[in-house]
C-alpha cells in the first residue's frame, strides 16, 4: 500500500490476512491520510483476559444471553473499533476532522484490539470454555501490533511529529508499547505519549509471561502490581526525555474499578470505599511517574458518566469531555495541544486529594 492510494480525509480498513483475533476472525486495521508528516497511532481498548478463567467470558452474545456473564475482552477487530472509536471520535473526539481538532489535519492508524492482552501477547492460550469444550485463545497483540507497524512505516517513511495514544485497555498498550513504536520512527524527535484511563492494581506478572506470553521486555518489565508505571519506567530507560508523557484518567474511574475489583471477587460491583482505593492508587501513581521523570504531565477529571455512581467517566479523549469538558478551566483537548507544544502542566490534581 502506498500513500497515493489513500483518499486525504477518509478513513480505509486495511485487512491483514497474517494477522489473527482472538479466535481466528479477520483482522484488520485503519487509516485515514492526512498531513504525512504528522502521525497519530492510536490503540483501542476493550477489556482484558488475564487468565485461563476469564478466558471463558470473551465479549460476544452467547456470553451474556446464555450464560449471563458480563463479557470480558473484545474478540472482533471487523466491527468494534469502526463501531466505537472512528465512528464516535469523528463526531466529537480526539478523532474528529473538524477545525476545533488539533489533530484534525494528522494522519492516523487505528489499531484494533481483539485479542485480550493489552496489545503484548505473543502466543497461544489453551482453555476451558463455558460450555466444557476446548478452546484457543489467539494472545497476539504485539505480533499483529508489529505487522502493522511495518506497513506504517511504509505509508509514512518521514512522520515529523509522532503521537502514540490510547484510552483504557489501548492506554496500557501505549505504556507498553510506546517504546516499540518509537523505533519503528526513529528520525522523529517530535513524540508524545499519551495513555488515558490504565490503573489496575494486580499481580500481572504471571499473565504477562504464561498467559499472554509477552516478549521478554515486556514482560520482564512488569515488577510490581502496577504495570503501567513500570511499563513507563522501562519506556523512560529506553528513551529518556525525548517523548513527552502524558496520563490522563478519572479520579474514581469506574469501569477500572469494577474490573479490579471482579477480579478479586468474582463480581461487578463498586462502592465508595472501592473508589477511596482506587484514589489513592491513583495519586501514588502519579508521584511515582513525577518522581521517575518531572516533566510527566497528568490530566485527572471527574467528569460524571452516571449521576447515581460513586465512579466517574471511563476515558474522554474520544467523546464530547475532549472538547467541552473542564477541570480547572481546561479541558482535555487544550492541555493535550499545550502539552503537544511543550507547555507542560498538570490539571485536577485536587481531585486526589481526600474529601
Known amino acids: 500500500m502506498k500513500l497515493q492510494d489513500l483518499q486525504y480525509g477518509e478513513w480505509r480498513k486495511i485487512y491483514l490476512p497474517e494477522a489473527s483475533c482472538a479466535f481466528d476472525g479477520d483482522y484488520c486495521f485503519h487509516v485515514r491520510r492526512g498531513d504525512a508528516s504528522r502521525l497519530m497511532i492510536y490503540l483501542c481498548g476493550g477489556g482484558v483476559s488475564w487468565d485461563r478463567d476469564s478466558a471463558k467470558w470473551p465479549s460476544v452474545p452467547e456470553t451474556t444471553e446464555k450464560y449471563g456473564h458480563v463479557g470480558l475482552y473484545t474478540v472482533c477487530a471487523d466491527t468494534q473499533p469502526e463501531v466505537m472509536s472512528i465512528r464516535t471520535g469523528a463526531e466529537n473526539g480526539f478523532h474528529s476532522t473538524t477545525e476545533e ?83 519503528a520512527f526513529p528520525e522523529c524527535d517530535d513524540v508524545t505519549i499519551l495513555a488515558d484511563s490504565a490503573l489496575m492494581s494486580f499481580d500481572w506478572s504471571a499473565s504477562a509471561r504464561e498467559i499472554w506470553q509477552s516478549p521478554p521486555h515486556i514482560a520482564d518489565a512488569v515488577t510490581t502490581e502496577n504495570m503501567v508505571t513500570d511499563w513507563f519506567r522501562a519506556v523512560y530507560a529506553r ?9 490522563s484518567c478519572g479520579c474514581r474511574d469506574q469501569i477500572l474499578i469494577m474490573f ?29 511517574l513525577k518522581e521517575m521523570n518531572p516533566k510527566f504531565s497528568f490530566y485527572i477529571h471527574d467528569f460524571m458518566a452516571d449521576e447515581l455512581a460513586p465512579g466517574v467517566l471511563h476515558c474522554s479523549f474520544a467523546n464530547g469531555f475532549y472538547t467541552n469538558g473542564r477541570i480547572d478551566g481546561v479541558s482535555p483537548k487544550e492541555w493535550l495541544e499545550d502539552a503537544m507544544n511543550d507547555r507542560l502542566y498538570d490539571v485536577g490534581m485536587g481531585l486526589l486529594e481526600g474529601e
Open 101 to 183: 481538532n488539533p489533530l484534525c489535519g494528522w494522519s492516523e492508524i487505528m489499531i484494533p484490539y481483539a485479542t485480550g492482552d493489552f496489545h503484548t501477547g505473543a502466543g497461544d492460550l489453551t482453555f476451558t470454555a463455558a460450555d466444557g469444550s476446548e478452546r484457543v485463545l489467539h494472545h497476539h497483540g504485539y505480533l499483529n501490533l508489529q505487522k502493522v507497524l511495518k506497513i506504517a512505516r511504509e505509508v509514512f517513511p518521514s512522520v515529523e511529529r509522532l503521537l502514540i495514544c490510547g484510552e483504557s485497555a489501548g492506554a496500557f498498550g501505549t505504556a507498553a508499547l510506546a517504546g516499540d513504536i518509537m523505533d
Open 239 to 247: 528513551h529518556g526525555d525525548k517523548p513527552r508523557y502524558l496520563f
Open 260 to 288: 479490579r475489583v471482579y477480579a478479586e471477587t468474582g463480581i461487578f460491583t463498586i462502592d465508595p470505599e472501592h473508589c477511596e482505593e482506587f484514589r489513592g492508587n491513583l495519586a501514588a501513581m502519579c508521584r511515582d
